[in-house]
């Protein structure tokens, strides 16, 4: 805490000296010179924690054992990607839908991992209203064959 108070006080005191500077530097010619310099002092207080961030102690963080940090970043992994192949499923299909003016309501991604981490898609639900279910109809056929998965068409109300 000390240290964050001789920081404020430096950058004050900066402050201050930079004011008094350009207070006596004349307005043209090598008034803009002082103008600069001040300025870069004046950043250079304000910058000097964060530069002299690298020369601080590193936390030794050891709460948790290897194995266990591990799992619980291979699980954190694989729910984000999970997440991106949603995403990217509900991209396309809603891009698919748009050539033909429909847009879905709602788009559900039913995913599961294989036992060797991989992510696969197991079924695709599109809810539209029941003007679009023809249209739709078209639609899902293209898809289950360009994904080659089946894909339900719901009408939601």
Known sequence: ??????WSAAVCMAAL???AVRLLAPK????KLFSLITA????CALALPVLNI???????????PPDIVTGLLEKRVTEQLTEQ????????VEEA?????ISPKKVEVMTDTSDSGGIYMKQITIYVDKQSVPIAAVVRE???????MTIVLKTEE
Request: net charge neutral; proline share 4%.
């Open 1 to 6: 805490m000390s240290d964050i108070r001789a």
């Open 17 to 19: 000296g930079c004011s």
């Open 28 to 31: 043209a010619g090598s008034g």
């Open 40 to 43: 870069s002092f004046f950043l």
């Open 54 to 64: 690298r020369s601080l102690p590193k936390p030794e963080v050891d709460l948790l």
């Open 85 to 92: 192949v949603e995403a990217a499923a509900v991209a396309y």
């Open 97 to 101: 839908l748009a050539t033909r003016n």
């Open 142 to 148: 293209v898809l289950e064959k360009g994904l080659g």
